[in-house]
């Protein structure tokens, strides 16, 4: 990313949007020199689309019936975004699994959270794969994505402990305490132009 400022940025939601909140009250408290350009979500439903709409920005319901093929859905998604000028696509809770049409469109450019220290516990349901695995630290992970199921290149991770009597939803609220500051840090950083890709590896200057 070139440190051309502000980043225009483009939040693909599907469901609650905590994570687009943050990243919305981090630019509006001038930590982050980025724009959301636009937030598409794939649930016209989704709770997230209410928090864009309070502040203004614009908002794209693009569901995915209608589309047999994802490649095909896909590529309506790239117009969109270039349609909003996007700089960095951002996947705040995006329930798909992106195909080559978007991550061709977008090299090292799309970023996401997932909720579990990768490579562990990749997929859904993260947090209730630690805890049935048993172990005593997960947290969450932003990586650039590939073509691969959280797979990409690692930029940050937080460390959260699972407490004995954890459920999925207790873990999952202590993780979402961590995403939302994860998140922000991984993404300014981003559009400060201080991560190199090197391979699999990120490289963060100072
Ligand atoms: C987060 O837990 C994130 O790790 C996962 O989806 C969830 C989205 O939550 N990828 P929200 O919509 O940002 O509240």
């Known amino acids: 990313m070139s440190a051309n400022l502000p980043c225009r940025l483009g939040v693909l939601v599907s469901g609650s949007g905590t994570n687009l909140q943050a990243i919305i009250d981090r630019i509006e408290a001038g930590d982050l020199c980025a724009e959301i350009a636009c937030v598409i979500s794939n649930k016209a439903d989704a709770f997230a689309l209410t928090r864009a709409a309070r502040h203004g920005i614009p908002v794209v319901v693009h569901e995915n019936a209608g589309f047999p093929e994802r490649q095909s859905y896909d590529a309506t998604t790239v117009e969109i975004l270039r349609s909003h000028k996007v700089d960095l696509v951002i996947l705040a809770g995006f329930m798909r699994i992106l195909t080559d049409v978007m991550v061709n469109a977008f ?23 630690a805890i049935d695995y048993g172990v005593r630290y997960s947290g969450c992970t932003v990586h650039f994505v590939d073509c691969g199921t959280d797979t990409g290149p690692i930029i940050l991770q937080s460390v959260v402990p699972v407490e004995q009597d954890d459920t999925e939803a207790t873990l999952s609220a202590r993780i979402q305490k961590a995403e939302h500051h994860t998140f922000a840090a991984a993404i300014k950083l981003v559009v400060e132009g201080k991560i190199q890709v090197i391979g699999r590896k990120v490289r963060i200057s100072a």
């Open 107 to 129: 090299p090292s450019a799309i970023m996401n959270i997932h909720p579990a220290l990768l490579p562990s516990f990749q997929g859904l349901h993260a947090q209730q794969q």
